[in-house]
C-alpha cells in the first residue's frame, strides 16, 4: 500500500503548520515556500485540510491559517483521511459498500475490516506533534490488540 502524493504533501503542509502553533497565522504561500510545494498544490491541501476541520482559515489583516485544533489532537489517520478518505483496504470494507460480486463466496472478506482496524489504528497512533519533529524519534512497532 502506497499513499497518494497528495496524501503525502498533506502531511508535509499540516507538519509545516503545526510549526507556527501558537504563533502568527501563516498564508498558503508561506506554506507553499517552506515546503518546496507548488502553491496550487498547498491551495487544494489547504481547502480540504479546512473542510475536513484540521486547519482554519480567517481572511483579511491579520488572517490566515492555524491548526484548528492541538497538534497533539491531530494524527496521520486524520490528516490522510482528508485527502484520501476514509482508510480502507479493499472496496468491500468501507462503509456502506455491497456491491463485491465475490462477497458471498469470499473466504477472507471477514478478515479485511481486522486488517484495516490495524493500519488505521497504527496511523492514528502518531500524532502530528510527532510528525513534526526535526529529530524524529525511533519508531515503535504497532501492536494490535485483536491478532489475526
Excluded: F
Aim: with cysteine.
Amino acid at each position: 500500500m502506497r499513499l497518494s502524493s497528495m496524501a503525502d504533501y498533506a502531511v508535509v503542509t499540516m507538519a509545516a503548520a503545526s510549526r507556527h502553533c501558537g504563533g502568527a497565522r501563516v498564508s498558503a504561500a508561506q506554506l507553499a515556500e517552506e515546503t518546496g510545494l507548488p502553491a496550487p498544490t498547498v491551495q487544494k491541501l489547504v481547502s480540504r485540510l479546512t473542510a475536513a476541520g484540521l486547519l482554519r482559515s480567517s481572511r483579511g489583516v491579520g488572517g490566515g491559517l492555524k491548526l484548528a485544533r492541538p497538534a497533539a489532537a491531530i494524527t496521520l489517520a486524520d490528516i490522510v483521511e482528508a485527502v484520501e478518505g476514509p482508510i480502507a483496504l479493499t472496496a468491500c470494507v468501507e462503509h456502506g459498500r455491497n456491491d463485491c460480486t465475490l462477497e458471498s463466496a469470499c473466504m477472507v472478506r471477514p478478515h479485511w475490516p481486522i486488517v484495516t482496524a490495524a493500519l488505521r489504528g497504527a496511523l492514528a497512533q502518531v500524532s502530528l506533534t510527532k510528525l513534526a519533529e526535526v529529530q524524529p524519534q525511533p519508531a515503535q512497532p504497532y501492536l494490535a490488540e485483536t491478532a489475526l
